[in-house]
């Protein structure tokens, strides 16, 4: 319900900028729809470059380079982690207890609302998390969307963030199920050809870390301990899953016409499948 709510990422911008440099300054927020149709906000500018699993080869960073942004990634998240969201205002935004439960009950239930096929691993995996809820970790600011192509790099330093982006899912809950969204995304070259193929992350490019290596870099940095890290990685597979199944939901219905979109069902099958295999062996990379 809170996302694409721009009053509210607007609120948040105003919020942390202040304190926390890696954030565009946000400028000015409009709720007459009558300028735009929509309510809207402007913020500043950020030059940089964003990587994308779509850049051509040649514009990649070699593999040392990528190591070393892979290190800035994790030390930002741990940075967004350890903000102190009461003093930059946020202290009544988001409810964290009770957190884990209400994502893994709420994406359940967006996945049942956009089913269109039988994916029996998926529906396996929905029942697995709901029986293996952690317990809860320490609240934080979270993003809820943390990955490459949501930070704005400094072009003459790639280690450097200059901005995180896209904070419209952003709220105040458990930071462990944050790492487990950026999990979700995290594909790397040891994995099979169809989930490379889906291009959801440069985190393939040579240079970046396994997800367990990943794991360790986070609770190392950060003192959280996620474990094996198997909950929130099936997590974050099961909640890209159903952000995939709801935008084909919409192709089917002829809501949108984008033929892209025709063959998504099979990268939700895949999917189902990555998440049960980690279930089954009690691991995160392949």
Same mark, same amino acid.
């Given at each position: 319900?809170?996302?694409?709510?721009?009053?509210?990422?607007?609120?948040?911008?105003?919020?942390?900028?202040?304190?926390?440099?890696?954030?565009?300054?946000?400028?000015?927020?409009?709720?007459?729809?009558?300028?735009?149709?929509?309510?809207?906000?402007?913020?500043?500018?950020?030059?940089?470059?964003?990587?994308?699993?779509?850049? =051509?080869?040649?514009?990649?960073?070699?593999?040392?380079?990528?190591?070393?942004?892979?290190?800035?990634?994790?030390? #930002?998240?741990?940075?967004?982690?350890?903000?102190?969201?009461?003093? %930059?205002?946020?202290?009544?935004?988001?409810?964290?207890?009770?957190?884990?439960?209400?994502?893994?009950?709420?994406?359940?239930?967006?996945?049942?609302?956009?089913?269109?096929?039988?994916?029996?691993?998926?529906?396996?995996?929905?029942?697995?998390?709901?029986?293996?809820?952690?317990?809860?970790?320490?609240? #934080?600011?979270?993003?809820?969307?943390?990955?490459?192509?949501?930070?704005?790099?400094?072009?003459?330093?790639? #280690?450097?963030?200059?901005?995180?982006?896209?904070?419209?899912?952003?709220?105040?809950?458990?930071?462990?199920?944050?790492?487990?969204?950026?999990?979700?995304?995290?594909?790397?070259?040891?994995? =099979?050809?169809?989930?490379?193929?889906?291009?959801?992350?440069?985190?393939?490019?040579?240079?970046?870390?396994?997800?367990?290596?990943?794991?360790?870099?986070?609770? #190392?940095?950060?003192?959280?301990? =996620?474990?094996?890290?198997?909950?929130?990685?099936?997590?974050?597979?099961?909640?890209?899953?159903?952000?995939?199944?709801?935008?084909?939901?919409?192709?089917?219905?002829?809501?949108?016409?984008? =033929?892209?979109?025709?063959?998504?069902?099979?990268?939700?099958?895949?999917?189902?499948?990555? %998440?049960?295999?980690?279930?089954?062996?009690?691991?995160?990379?392949?």
């Amino acid at each position: 319900k809170t996302a694409h709510d721009m009053g509210r990422e607007y609120r948040i911008l105003e919020a942390l900028h202040p304190v926390w440099g890696r954030v565009p300054r946000p400028v000015w927020y409009c709720d007459d729809e009558t300028v735009l149709g929509a309510p809207f906000y402007l913020m500043e500018r950020v030059p940089g470059v964003i990587l994308r699993a779509t850049l =051509p080869e040649a514009a990649r960073p070699d593999a040392a380079t990528m190591a070393r942004v892979a290190d800035a990634f994790v030390d #930002t998240l741990v940075e967004l982690h350890g903000l102190d969201y009461r003093a %930059a205002g946020l202290g009544d935004w988001g409810r964290p207890q009770g957190y884990v439960q209400r994502q893994i009950e709420g994406w359940t239930k967006r996945y049942r609302a956009a089913r269109t096929d039988d994916i029996a691993e998926l529906e396996r995996a929905a029942r697995w998390l709901a029986d293996h809820l952690p317990p809860e970790a320490d609240a #934080t600011l979270i993003h809820n969307d943390y990955k490459y192509d949501n930070l704005v790099l400094d072009p003459d330093d790639l #280690t450097r963030v200059r901005a995180v982006l896209d904070w419209e899912m952003a709220t105040i809950g458990d930071p462990l199920m944050d790492l487990g969204t950026t999990l979700g995304y995290w594909v790397t070259a040891s994995d =099979p050809d169809w989930l490379q193929g889906l291009a959801l992350n440069p985190s393939i490019w040579p240079g970046n870390p396994s997800r367990e290596a990943l794991v360790q870099a986070y609770a #190392t940095r950060s003192g959280r301990d =996620p474990g094996n890290a198997v909950f929130y990685y099936v997590y974050g597979v099961f909640k890209v899953a159903v952000i995939a199944q709801q935008i084909y939901k919409r192709y089917v219905e002829g809501k949108t016409s984008d =033929p892209r979109f025709a063959g998504l069902i099979h990268a939700v099958r895949g999917l189902g499948i990555a %998440a049960m295999r980690a279930i089954q062996t009690g691991r995160i990379d392949a």
